[in-house]
């Protein structure tokens, strides 16, 4: 299949090195020529010099860009994507964005005779280079079933949540939840550093009961030895929280403990922690 894949950014990058490993043509624009490059040195494909030219004889588009309006310009820009493609392509939009965007593009590609996905990703940095992502998808029945296949080539679970836009809002739950997960944990392992608590004997007494989770499994080590240098950076959780919020204020929901995290996150951030990994919350703590 001859696939485009615009934005190789630490998420995007890997994704598109598994689909020119599984023997798709894949042509590459990044807005930064010199990653492209370096993608097509390590990689087998080409770079194009425009989202247009990427796109153009395409089968599937794949998007995996910063926000809203970045979306907006390598997909509907004067060089977008939409523009270039033939009838019958999909694209498939990997941004964590607005449901309205996604709505929007939609929108916009059905008028072309053109299939969109939003499907936002959840498994960070790590998730995407050991092609282990988990991916909520927006979008009909027949578009999924067509891009399912490709997308397995690095992911570990995909479920179409519904109609366009969906994909997003699914996106936001994940990160809410996040959102309280952490900052629990975090809570809870500065109340064992003052109680004067065994790290390692108090996660294996806690670790496979109630309150086990992904966050205590991967993150705990590094919490108590206050190491942040890795991860999903505190930058794009106060993005993606922000969404969240604006999403919630439109449609009537009362988010108390995401609107109180996201304040921690940004004492996290006047610390010089906008790049350390989420579970950097502990950092305020201890």
Wanted: hydrophobic residues 45%; negative net charge.
């Amino acid at each position: 299949m001859r696939i485009a894949f615009v934005g190789l950014g630490v998420m995007g990058y890997p994704m598109a090195g598994y689909l020119a490993k599984s023997d798709h043509d894949v042509v590459v624009y990044n807005r930064t020529a010199a990653k492209a490059d370096a993608w097509c040195a390590e990689f087998t494909g080409t770079s194009a010099d425009s989202p247009a030219g990427a796109a153009e004889s395409a089968d599937m588009v794949f998007v995996c860009v910063g926000n809203d309006d970045d979306v907006r310009e390598v997909v509907l820009g004067d060089h977008g994507v939409l523009g270039a493609m033939r009838d019958g392509a999909v694209v498939v939009d990997h941004t964590t964005a607005s449901a309205s965007i996604a709505r929007e593009i939609h929108a916009a590609a059905a008028s072309r005779d053109i299939g969109f996905l939003d499907a936002p990703l959840s498994g960070g940095q790590a998730g995407a280079e050991n092609g282990q992502l988990t991916i909520m998808v927006g979008g009909d029945e027949a578009t999924f079933a067509a891009a399912e296949p490709v997308m397995d080539c690095y992911a570990k679970a995909i479920t179409r949540i519904g109609p366009a836009g969906n994909g997003q809002l699914a996106k936001m739950v994940n990160q809410i939840c996040i959102a309280g997960v952490v900052q629990g944990l975090a809570e809870g392992l500065s109340f064992a550093k003052h109680a004067g608590l065994d790290p390692d004997l108090l996660m294996e007494a806690i670790s496979k009961g109630a309150a086990q989770s992904w966050q205590m499994e991967n993150r705990w080590q590094t919490m108590v030895q206050d190491e942040f240098d890795f991860g999903f950076a505190v930058d794009w959780m106060r993005k993606d929280l922000k969404i969240a919020l604006e999403e919630a204020e439109r449609n009537g929901t009362t988010l108390q403990m995401t609107e109180l995290v996201d304040k921690f996150y940004a004492e996290v951030q006047a610390m010089g922690g906008s790049r350390w990994d989420t579970s950097s919350l502990i950092a305020r703590l201890l």
